[in-house]
């Protein structure tokens, strides 16, 4: 029965499954990106957001507490001032999982973790390429058709100048 088990223990006791998740998530403060398991990308996930919601409000009674979550004074920092900069206007969600498939070794299902706001991929806001080709052809033969007769032109005046010489 599952009375009262409100999170994933991770097979780990208390003070281990703490200190494994502060790692991961200065980790993920720090890179970005990471990869781990499925169970512990959620667990990881229900870790951080919180944190990344309390850095939204640079004070020191929050520096205070993300800290002693994170327990690294440059993931603390990295946090407050790029990370929170970015996420600003952003009502929760701040991680995303993507599963990876299997683990060669154990079969264990692999999953990335990354902060939303810094994939450019996966971006809607981000920097879009602009579109180079045209949807109708018949414009761009036109175009091309009156560049070459113009060149034609101009090399058809020019040679007779060449040939008084």
Not at 101 to 111: F, V
């Amino acid at each position: 029965m599952r009375h009262g088990k409100k999170f994933n223990h991770l097979g780990r006791k208390t003070a281990h499954r703490n200190a494994m998740l502060s790692n991961m998530a200065c980790s993920l403060i720090e890179h970005k990106r990471i990869n781990t398991t499925v169970a512990k990308a959620k667990a990881l996930r229900q870790f951080v957001e919180p944190i990344i919601t309390k850095s939204k409000e640079d004070t020191t009674h929050n520096r205070r507490v993300v800290f002693s979550m994170l327990k690294n004074k440059y993931a603390v920092t990295e946090l407050f001032q790029q990370v929170s900069v970015k996420v600003a206007d952003r009502p929760g969600g701040y991680v995303r999982i993507i599963k990876l498939g299997n683990r060669q070794g154990d079969n264990a299902p692999m999953a990335m973790v990354e902060l939303v706001d810094y994939n450019e991929i996966y971006n809607p806001n981000g920097a879009k390429k602009k579109k180079t080709t045209r949807r109708s052809r018949r414009k761009a033969t036109t175009d091309t058709a009156e560049a070459t007769s113009a060149d034609n032109q101009v090399e058809a005046t020019e040679a007779p100048k060449q040939t008084e010489e």
